[in-house]
């Protein structure tokens, strides 16, 4: 009897365990985030595709990055589509690379199984083999938010809008 009673209590809270590990993280822990937006210009021109990272200038604070359309303009993530970031001081890094065997045309998704074969064939590798090295379309300085010079700083409460002016 003591036994049943055990195994009941032990599924019991396994299953409970399983239960609480799934599905949407929890909001209220998360620090607040504010709007923010990245307008990239690279030699006058906005700059479509391209990733925006910024990296917190501290270890306690959260990444947040997005990806440039075609007006040159990025809305950051840190926690769900196009929340923001979280206020505070931030190294940027802003990269572009020509599009590979490994992303697809409609905005860099992974391909899997036959469309990564095909596409892989088009780019000119043998099946079987990796795809060639991406080739990066913006200085190679803004590749790290260590060495491109770039920072921002972002606030609570308020529409963050950063503009970066990318130089040779």
Known sequence: MIRNVFTWLMGAVFVTGFVGCGGK?????????????????YKGQPVEGA????????SSGKAASGRTGPDGVAKLTTFDPEDGAVPGSYKVAITKTEAGASSSASGGAPLSGDAYTQALAKAGGPKGTAPKEAKDLLPAKY??????????????????????????
């Open 25 to 41: 993280a929890a909001t209220g822990n998360r620090p607040a985030t504010a709007k923010t937006t990245v307008t990239v210009t």
């Open 143 to 168: 590749k790290t938010p260590d060495g491109s010079g770039l920072t921002a700083t972002i606030r609570a409460g308020e529409q963050n809008n950063l503009k970066f002016e990318l130089s040779d």
């Open 51 to 58: 990733t925006v990272t910024l990296a917190p200038s501290d």
